[in-house]
């Protein structure tokens, strides 16, 4: 074997190696998504039991991250990438961090679903979070699309998405504030009303993350403290 095969035969390896922890990615992620919608339905559900099986299935999540984990660990040590590669290793590393925090907003939100099940329901049976996780949803799911097909352009506008959240994670804690104070007896419940759509904005704030590393890994720049509009309209000038 000459060294331009042996050359080609690494390169194959390596490619595919970076493929399958790209699947597992995205694999993780899917669990993710269905783990922040199931523990939402169970909410407007009322359903304890569904949200304890969000709590239980966080497990799966876990067991992904380490997975890819250590196969990034291995694909460092055995092929040491440089430059693009070692750039999409390492944002792969911080992509599964910031899904397994998400795994675990998911776990708490299902948690508090289970709790709130035995309480009484508001009239409008939680509407203003279904809204808000469905933004929530929505990002995720274009966050994956951007990582799936390392676009910056989906990247940059899913980014932008996260003030829609804040926006609505803001206007849900004024309005919650105000109905405890109007209705003492309705503390305990909109505490973890609360809860749960700070956990929702921080989910948010992971997707966010996650379409900057796919930023990083494309244009090989770090943009977390870059106005993500500016790099918009550097994207439609190019």
């Known amino acids: 074997m000459n060294q331009e095969t042996l050359t080609g035969h690494i390169s194959r390896r390596y490619n ?9 990615v995205l694999e993780m992620g899917g669990l993710v998504e269905l783990q922040i919608e199931a523990a939402l339905k169970a909410l407007e559900d009322g359903d304890s039991e569904a949200g304890l099986k969000v709590v239980h299935d966080d497990y799966k999540v876990n067991a992904l991250e380490v997975e890819v984990d250590e196969e990034c660990n291995r694909i460092l040590a055995l092929r040491a990438p440089t430059a693009v590669d070692l750039r999409v290793i390492i944002a792969i590393i911080k992509t599964i961090t910031d899904l397994e925090r998400m795994g675990d907003e998911a776990e708490k939100i299902g948690r508090l679903a289970a709790h709130l099940a035995g309480q009484e329901r508001p009239t409008n ?3 203003e979070i279904r809204h808000l996780g469905d933004h929530v949803i929505v990002m995720v799911r274009n966050t994956l699309d951007a990582f799936a097909r390392m676009s910056v352009d989906t990247a940059v506008s899913t980014a932008l998405s996260d003030k829609l959240v804040d926006e609505e994670y803001e206007a849900i804690s004024r309005q919650s504030i105000t109905f405890m104070m109007e209705d003492p007896r309705t503390i305990r419940r909109v505490l973890d009303v609360m809860w749960i759509v700070r956990s929702l904005e921080r989910i948010g704030d ?4 996650i379409c900057e590393y796919v930023i990083y890994t494309v244009r090989g720049k ?4 870059t106005s993500l509009d500016d790099i918009m309209n ?3 000038d190019s």
């Open 16 to 24: 595919a190696d970076i493929e399958n922890v790209r699947k597992k």
């Open 125 to 127: 049976n939680y509407r």
């Open 234 to 236: 550097s994207e439609q």
């Open 206 to 209: 992971h997707a966010k993350n």
């Open 222 to 225: 770090d943009v977390r403290h």
